[in-house]
């Protein structure tokens, strides 16, 4: 069976298979087969997120609404991450925030923790009034966050971006000027859920993001623009739920791919997802994930939109 060792912004990792940030709590679960994890979002001051219910099944995936619930920079450098430190797999730190500010202060921080590999910046999640997401759909503004936080930190700065944006192409680029070593996408679709009795909006949040099969197309789409406009190594997921899947997005320009929203479904989801992938090498006889990377694109492409 072909390996499905891969490398990743220097890193050297087992299988390119990650967890979607927000999607694992690998802490209550375990790792569940990741080659590296990516931790929650995490924001400079603590957050309870947003009221109850947060989460409403879709035929074809979820619509949540979290509202990036979470410790706070002090208590996930003090408790946290030295717990996820032990679990034996890279650590990616996932960042958010309100303002350049606060992301370089996480940045800076987290970055200096020996078993962070790699920082996230989540300039994409439509569950928050503002910040995060209004950055991500600004280009001027996606540049010169990642620029600061490029310059505070040593190890590999990536961007998740929103696939709700107008140019996807515009945004990367943007990223790519700013530094980042590599991109993020998709993070999930704005949406919404009816309570069918009462009428009115489902979650406590109000509006929400969809992920799962149904974004698939749309991920394809994102990872593939994103891919052909900066070269730049990318971690694609949206409706991963299998090694079919993972190759598509292989072939759309990921090198890694993640798996959120399947993970609720399947918790055994990776080492399947990891096995079908090394059996479809196999049969076409490629000797690694590397041999797909982009096999969507004709050797002369830049972009051309769907
Ligand atoms: C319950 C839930 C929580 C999430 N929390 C975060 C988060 O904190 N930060 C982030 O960048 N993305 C978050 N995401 C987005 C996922 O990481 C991923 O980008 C998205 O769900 C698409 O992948 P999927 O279809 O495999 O779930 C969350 C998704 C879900 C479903």
Do not use: Q
């Not at 730049?232 to 759309?252: N, Q, R, T, W, Y």
């Amino acid at each position: 069976m072909p390996s499905l060792e891969t490398s990743f912004c220097g890193l050297r990792l087992p299988t390119p298979f990650v967890n979607g940030s927000g999607t694992l709590d690998a802490l209550v679960s375990g790792t569940l087969g990741v080659s590296a994890f990516v931790t929650k979002t995490v924001t400079l001051n603590p957050r309870e997120g947003n009221p109850p219910p947060r989460i409403a099944e879709t035929p074809a995936g979820m619509v949540n609404s979290i509202g990036l619930a979470n410790p706070g920079l002090d208590r996930f450098l003090e408790d946290d991450l030295p717990r996820l430190a032990e679990l034996g797999v890279p650590i990616v730190a996932s960042v958010g925030g309100w303002s350049p500010g606060e992301y370089a202060t996480a940045v800076a921080r987290i970055g200096a923790h020996p078993a962070v590999v790699a920082i996230e910046l989540n300039v994409s999640c439509p569950n928050v009034e503002s910040g995060c997401i209004s950055i991500g759909t600004d280009p001027r503004e996606t540049r010169a966050l990642v620029e600061r936080c490029r310059r505070e930190t040593d190890v590999p700065v990536l961007a998740k971006l929103s696939p709700s944006v107008t140019e996807i192409e515009a945004i990367a680029t943007a990223a790519a000027e700013g530094g980042a070593d590599g991109l993020v996408l998709i993070n999930t679709l704005r949406g919404i859920a009816i309570d069918r009795a009462t009428l009115r909006p489902l979650l406590g949040g109000g509006g929400g993001g969809l992920s799962g099969p149904a974004v698939k197309p749309v991920a394809l789409h994102a990872v593939f623009h994103a891919y052909a406009a900066t070269g730049l190594p990318i971690v694609g997921m949206g409706g991963v739920a299998g090694g079919s899947d993972a190759s598509e997005f292989l072939a759309a320009g990921a090198t890694l791919v993640g798996i959120g929203t399947a993970l609720f479904r399947d918790p055994a989801v990776v080492a399947r997802a990891a096995l079908e992938l090394a059996e479809e090498l196999e049969r076409r006889g490629a000797s690694g994930p590397e041999d797909l990377v982009a096999a969507a694109h004709p050797p002369t492409s830049t972009s051309s939109r769907a």
